[in-house]
């Protein structure tokens, strides 16, 4: 039961405080109890055969998993959710509940490697043809779509260099097709974008990033509205990839403190984006909030707000020296950890691998370094960045 405290009409980080749990439901505790289960007992034989109770299996949810469910149903004013156990798993969920064998699928080339990976992989496997387009197509992907096409994949911004898309454009011209859109807005999280406003039917999380925010919890979200609601609940149930109880209640912990975290993200990111314009070393800096960013316009038109993740360009001009530079700054680093994933209070760097891109092609002036703001002071963290660009200019 959500919290009758909290309403449409109050600010957000009063939702994300109170959203998703009922204190008199568990004897006022404040946070909803981590329930451990599998058996769950009925009463008797008629309600064990109707199943007329509002819990029957462990996989099937939980006090635990449906606290976090219904928070992120408020934040994204979706039908429901589930919680999975990864990122890349609330991917697959949705690519099940929507393709069968001989569908075809559209896909954004600026996507989540691992999620082509599953394209390439399972899915034409299974029989699903997989074809990318271009992040800016806009109303044009209708000369993508086919008779067969039953998805329409969408990341915006775009993984690793932050191309923005028309989402509501695109959404029309799938919806006229019969298709569904699904989006994965682990970026902007529901408190920068709600999909479900702009015509997506399915937005997907990992929540592992900002909503857990400590780099400790694995664990993704799937929000569905009307449409695609029963056939993904039906394909969570069939395939039983439920989030444990304990990554669950970690969540919903971390999701009290995400708008303040993610403030601070935002505010912290943009300053040493805008700090790098400028920096001797550093061709371009790929953050849509940037006014000299290409998208700049459709984030500004449908976003309100940005995290704390985007990439530069080192300016190298001889190619064979890539590898070798982005190395060369990556290992000079003292406060960036290196590592994948984001959305922790940790800053972290990485060198991206876009050799997969078929379309949105990678940039030509060098290689491409991903950052993660985390929440350390700007100044230690652009010293940080100043002596990675000095290392690489010195390789």
Not at 51 to 70: E, I
Not at 309 to 338: C, P
Request: aromatic letters at 8%; a negative charge; hydrophobic letters at 40%.
């Amino acid at each position: 039961m959500t919290n009758s405290k909290t309403g449409s009409n109050h600010g957000v980080n009063t939702r994300l405080a109170h959203t998703g749990n009922d204190p008199r439901s568990f004897y006022g505790f404040v946070n909803p109890p981590v329930v451990h289960a599998s058996t769950v007992l009925f009463p008797d034989a008629e309600t064990i055969e109707s199943r007329n109770q509002p819990y029957t299996y462990g996989t099937y949810g939980t006090p635990t998993t449906d606290a976090l469910n219904k928070a992120m149903d408020a934040l994204e004013g979706s039908a429901g959710t589930v919680a999975v156990p990864s990122g890349l798993a609330a991917i697959t969920l949705p690519f099940m509940a929507a393709l069968s064998a001989g569908d075809h699928l559209l896909v954004v080339d600026s996507v989540y490697t691992p999620t082509r990976n599953l394209c390439h992989g399972m899915l034409a496997r299974f029989g699903v043809e997989t074809t990318y387009y271009d992040p800016a197509i806009g109303a044009d992907i209708e000369k993508l779509m086919r008779p067969n096409t039953k998805l329409v994949h969408t990341e915006a911004p775009g993984s690793n260099t932050f191309e923005m898309q028309d989402i509501p454009a695109i959404a029309e011209i799938a919806h006229a097709h019969g298709a569904l859109v699904s989006m994965d807005n682990t970026w902007a999280t529901p408190l920068f974008f709600k999909p479900l406003d702009h015509g997506v039917d399915i937005s997907i999380h990992a929540a592992t990033k900002y909503p857990a925010g400590h780099s400790d919890v694995l664990i993704g979200t799937v929000s569905a509205n009307e449409t695609a609601w029963p056939a993904l609940w039906k394909t969570f149930t069939m395939m039983g990839i439920c989030a444990a109880p304990d990554d669950s209640y970690m969540t919903l912990r971390g999701l009290r403190t995400m708008g303040v975290r993610l403030e601070r993200h935002q505010q912290s990111a943009l300053e040493i984006a805008r700090e790098l314009e400028s920096m001797p070393g550093v061709a371009r800096v790929l953050h849509p909030a940037l006014e000299s960013f290409p998208g700049h316009a459709l984030w500004k038109r449908d976003f309100c707000g940005s995290s704390g993740i985007f990439s530069i360009v080192l300016d190298i001009a001889d190619s064979s020296r890539h590898r070798a530079k982005a190395h060369a700054f990556l290992d000079a680093l003292e406060i960036f950890g290196l590592g994948y994933s984001w959305g922790g209070y940790e800053s972290l760097a990485v060198a991206v691998n876009l050799s997969d891109r078929t379309i949105a092609l990678p940039p030509k002036e060098g290689p491409v370094i991903r950052l993660q703001i985390g929440l350390e002071d700007c100044p230690d963290l652009l010293a940080d960045i100043e002596r990675g660009l000095a290392a690489a200019a010195a390789a």
